[in-house]
């Protein structure tokens, strides 16, 4: 069965430094999303990609983090200079459709931010 | 705005037993869509089950069951014969069905299935 997969699976990294965490959505999808989850907290919403533009963000998602997608099938999301409280796990998703289809999950990348 | 709560942060069960997990919702919206997502340790989240708003008949997978009140808001996952692999966090997670992308999720709910 087709998986989203996430690189790397953990990434260190020092305060002010760029990080770009890279997605494989399942191929024939269409929409592309971002969550995070800090520790010990609910999964929240980055933002969502479609026809190559960012669809809907939500408050989090301020002009440190942008996404891309390079190629036919990378998604990537970069924070271009990491805080302390970064430190999460980051989830992409994908869906064939829209919201009213089923997001699958990645297995995540862990980003400590020291 | 919407919100999903779970109440239970940690459950366990007896291998073969049946679990409930619970899970409220708010939302002025008619038109909705409900999840639970189960997440295994160390792997990624996947789809358990899933229940269209507008469908009064509560949503089956095998051994998964959901019970869903939409006038209560609450959304509760019924594990019948639980086996080991149910160990996992599990997911309860809310969208529109227009007008937004993104799922709301839950805490989560440990659940640990004792042999």
């Known amino acids: 069965e087709p998986e989203v997969t996430q690189t790397p699976s953990h990434q260190v990294t020092q305060m002010g430094q760029e990080v770009i965490l890279r997605c494989v959505p399942i191929s024939n999808h269409l929409y592309f999303y971002w969550y995070r989850q800090i520790l010990g907290q609910k999964v929240e919403f980055l933002v969502s990609?479609?026809?190559?533009?960012?669809?809907?963000k939500s408050e989090i998602f301020d002009d440190q983090f942008s996404v891309e997608r390079p190629d036919g099938s990378n998604f990537t999301l970069k924070i271009r200079s990491t805080k302390l409280e970064d430190s999460a796990m980051y989830f992409c998703a994908s869906s064939l459709t829209d919201s009213t289809d089923t997001q699958y999950f990645g297995p995540g990348t862990r980003l400590t931010v020291l | 705005a919407q919100t999903v709560t779970q109440s239970q942060p940690e459950m366990s069960v007896q291998e073969a037993e049946t679990v409930t997990l619970s899970c409220t919702y708010d939302t002025s919206e008619s038109n909705y869509y409900l999840f639970w997502y189960k997440q295994p340790p160390s792997r990624q989240m996947i789809l358990v089950i899933r229940?269209?708003?507008?469908?009064?008949q509560n949503a089956t997978e095998n051994r998964f069951s959901v019970n869903f009140q939409k006038a209560a808001k609450s959304f509760s996952l019924k594990i019948s014969d639980s086996q080991l692999g149910d160990t996992a966090m599990y997911f309860c997670?809310?969208?529109?069905?227009?007008?937004?992308?993104?799922?709301?999720f839950g805490t989560g709910t440990r659940l640990k299935v004792l042999a």
């Open positions: 997670a809310f969208t529109l069905s227009s007008g937004t992308y993104k799922y709301i």
């Open positions: 229940q269209e708003a507008y469908k009064q």
């Open positions: 990609f479609y026809n190559n533009e960012i669809s809907e």
